[in-house]
């Protein structure tokens, strides 16, 4: 009872004195001034990250000093607080008493932000699982931080002092994440840090080890502030044992930091890692991450701060043994900077406006990860687009880790003979090199996995010969396969000028037919699947029409791979699969073989209308006796034309599902456990473009709303108070 009637008095001394209505008010007016910056609309990403990890942290490190001094501070000046003292309420019943009265005044204050999550609502729709969570994080900051504050000010003589002690104790508090996470401090600092327990519920992410941190952590600054109050009247042996106790539930928070058991309440998941992210992090050793950015442009630095937060989601899942800085370069000097470019970290020129002029900016933006002797550098591709940087970093990861499989993509008998694309996104995770598939002496010894990609033309005896001794030898295979080729549209020679001659589809034999044989595959040649019956016009891939008229039929996967669930095949080769073979992925029942091209030889299958409807296997899988291998009907599914233009046009983006394909089935091949789930993972809410008009509103509105409604509820109450006061005078 003490403790509610010393916690009611506070509030009334809040609601009595003008105190209670200028931090509401005040809270929630910079609150929306400092969340809606040039940042958050450059990002176009509806999202209150922001907020609860860096705008309400801040503020509330301004604010929870303010409260100590009016509730603890203030009564020991007045000579209230002896009184107190010498009535039948403990020091613990009053320090328990003063932080409810201060955490309710923090979640009144959370309360007058509501409308900035109505505000992001309207911009562009907002993830009520990630508010959710974002705001009981931000709740349990704010009671962690008014008991340290308490602690910190308990025995100050003077507001000022009282002040500036809470405000070092809280700043120290909220540094201290930053600090431990660039590595000059440990992990253990890193884990006793409020930051690191506020970043999951932020994201929509209840974790019951930030739940027990905030819960013990908050014991141990409520039972430091009990014994601060009550010192002058405790003996030596019970401030001892009082501070062990402290000192316990201290590290009892840290320690909970290892405790199992979340719940993701939060639709977006953009910025977590995936599973197997996480239990690649949980894993490593002694991994340094170093993040050079220098001269980032401002429409850039949200980008920045998105790198930042993962490379944190890795740090806290590795447990610490993962850590991370921020390096910019350009405060190192030149030589620096060239032995930084020794290592593949140069200058980037990208495009930025600088007094409303468009220039050429020079840049860093990498990410180097080092493991002892070994390191691998990450740099954005052309554009600045982050959808697959944690793929890229966990392969880079894992290469440190366990090494990278050595793979051999051939080339020779009509294959490409250096397939870009396909190299380029191989070389995140695996040491790729072309072999050749000409002559009589082929060596494949060397090599963990082959790539047969796509020859056109029949592979000599002694290629045939060094694949069947590969895979005999228990190492595994992957085929893509071609069943007809497409010769493209040209000038019909000696004919009318702008005459041209059809597309046609030529027939293949590539002699790979007794390779296929052993893994129980038959590639039917001269076919090739159309999906044009399934969509007229054009083929939806994952919801979305791409392309008009292709030859892509919409596959959908199944089997002992983890596949998207669609991906487009480009000229698929249909397939017959034996029983030791696994079909993974098949085309929609609607398609069928190609007719409406012009036949070039006896050899070209045709389908009259009614019969060779799908669905038809076009991709298989095979695990018998150790020795895996795999099978795709298209070769082009990785060619360089279809993957150049994904990366260049956003549009074209979902072509790049064929890419992830061909990635979870190499995992698979060589036996580890696939991240390409990262690469689908959902966007997040994106914002329609707002006017400058708009803007102004936003901020303005939001901040000036709540503080006018405090302010007028305020005066209601204070009018209310004395009418009351004069109704009982009579």
């Not at 440990?186 to 519920?201: C, M, N, R, V």
């Not at 989601?313 to 610490?320: C, E, F, T, V």
Request: some cysteine; aromatic content about 6%; charged content about 20%.
């Amino acid at each position: 009872m003490a403790t509610r009637a010393i916690a009611v008095r506070q509030l009334r001394a809040y609601a009595r004195t003008a105190f209670g209505a200028v931090a509401v008010s005040a809270t929630a007016g910079l609150a929306a001034v400092a969340f809606f910056d040039e940042r958050f609309f450059a990002a176009g990403a509806a999202s209150l990250a922001g907020l609860f990890e860096r705008t309400l942290p801040w503020l509330l490190g301004l604010l929870a000093p303010a409260i100590a001094v009016t509730a603890l501070v203030e009564e020991r000046v007045r000579g209230t607080l002896d009184l107190l003292l010498a009535s039948p309420a403990t020091p613990r019943q009053i320090a328990a008493g003063k932080w409810l009265a201060g955490t309710a005044l923090w979640l009144a204050c959370l309360v007058a932000t509501a409308p900035l999550a109505g505000a992001v609502h309207w911009l562009g729709g907002l993830d009520a699982g990630a508010a959710l969570g974002g705001y009981l994080g931000a709740g349990a900051l704010g009671a962690l931080l008014v008991a340290v504050a308490l602690a910190a000010a308990a025995r100050a003589r003077s507001a000022m002092t009282g002040y500036v002690s809470a405000a070092l104790a809280c700043g120290a508090l909220l540094a201290l994440h930053g600090l431990a996470a660039g590595r000059d401090l440990g992990a253990l600092a890193y884990f006793a840090a409020p930051g690191t327990h506020l970043a999951q519920p932020a994201q929509g992410v209840l974790a019951l080890a930030d739940l027990g941190y905030f819960a013990l952590a908050t014991m141990a600054a409520l039972e430091a502030t009990a014994l601060r109050i009550g010192a002058p009247r405790l003996g030596r042996r019970q401030r001892a044992t009082r501070m062990a106790g402290a000192g316990l539930a201290a590290a009892a928070a840290v320690a909970a930091s290892l405790l199992p058991g979340r719940i993701d309440v939060a639709s977006d998941q953009s910025e977590r890692l995936t599973a197997a992210s996480r239990a690649l992090a949980a894993r490593v050793a002694d991994v340094e991450v170093t993040a050079y950015f220098g001269n980032v442009p401002t429409a850039q630095r949200p980008a920045r701060a998105v790198v930042e937060r993962l490379l944190d989601r890795y740090a806290r899942a590795s447990n610490g043994r993962l850590s991370w800085r921020v390096v910019d370069p350009f405060d190192s000097g030149a030589q620096a900077q060239r032995e930084l470019a020794a290592r593949g970290i140069g200058k980037l020129l990208w495009s930025s406006s600088v007094d409303g002029v468009p220039q050429q900016v020079a840049v860093y933006f990498h990410v180097e990860l080092r493991r002892r002797d070994r390191s691998s550098v990450w740099q954005p591709a052309g554009s600045l687009d982050l959808s697959s940087l944690e793929y890229e970093l966990s392969s880079r990861l894992r290469g440190l880790v366990d090494g990278r499989p050595r793979v051999a993509v051939t080339t020779g008998a009509g294959s490409p003979e250096r397939p870009e694309a396909l190299l380029d996104f191989l070389a995140t995770e695996y040491d790729a090199k072309v072999v050749a598939l000409g002559g009589t002496d082929v060596d494949l010894a060397e090599y963990d996995l082959v790539i047969v990609n796509g020859p056109r033309q029949p592979v000599g005896a002694g290629a045939l010969a060094a694949l069947r001794d590969h895979r005999a030898r228990g190492r595994p295979v992957l085929l893509l396969v071609r069943g007809m080729s497409l010769q493209r549209q040209r000038p019909v020679e000696g004919g009318p000028p702008g005459a041209t001659q059809p597309p046609l589809l030529l027939p293949i034999e590539d002699g790979l037919d007794p390779l296929l044989a052993d893994i129980g595959v038959r590639v039917r040649r001269g076919a090739v699947v159309d999906a044009a019956v399934n969509a007229p016009g054009a083929v939806p891939v994952r919801g979305r029409a791409v392309l008009a008229r292709p030859l892509f039929p919409v596959v959908t996967a199944e089997g002992p791979i983890k596949l998207p669930p669609t991906f487009p095949v480009p000229f698929a080769a249909p397939m017959e699969v034996q029983a030791a073979a696994s079909v993974v992925a098949r085309t929609a029942p609607s398609a069928r073989l190609r007719t409406e091209l012009l036949p070039v030889t006896e050899r070209t299958e045709f389908a009259a209308d009614g019969a060779d409807r799908g669905p038809f296997a076009v991709a298989a899988v095979v695990d018998e006796g150790g020795a895996r291998a795999a099978v795709f009907g298209s070769a082009d599914i990785v060619g360089d034309p279809l993957m150049s233009l994904a990366v260049r046009q956003p549009a074209f983006r979902e072509l790049l599902a064929g890419r992830d394909a061909v990635l979870s089935t190499l995992a698979w091949l060589v036996g580890r456990a696939p991240l390409t789930e990262a690469l689908g993972k959902a966007a997040p809410l994106s914002m329609a473009p707002v006017t400058r008009a708009e803007r102004a509103a936003v901020k303005y509105g939001t901040a000036g709303g709540p503080a006018a409604a405090v302010w007028l509820a305020w005066w209601v109450a204070g009018r209310l108070r004395r009418r009351r006061r004069a109704d009982q005078s009579f």
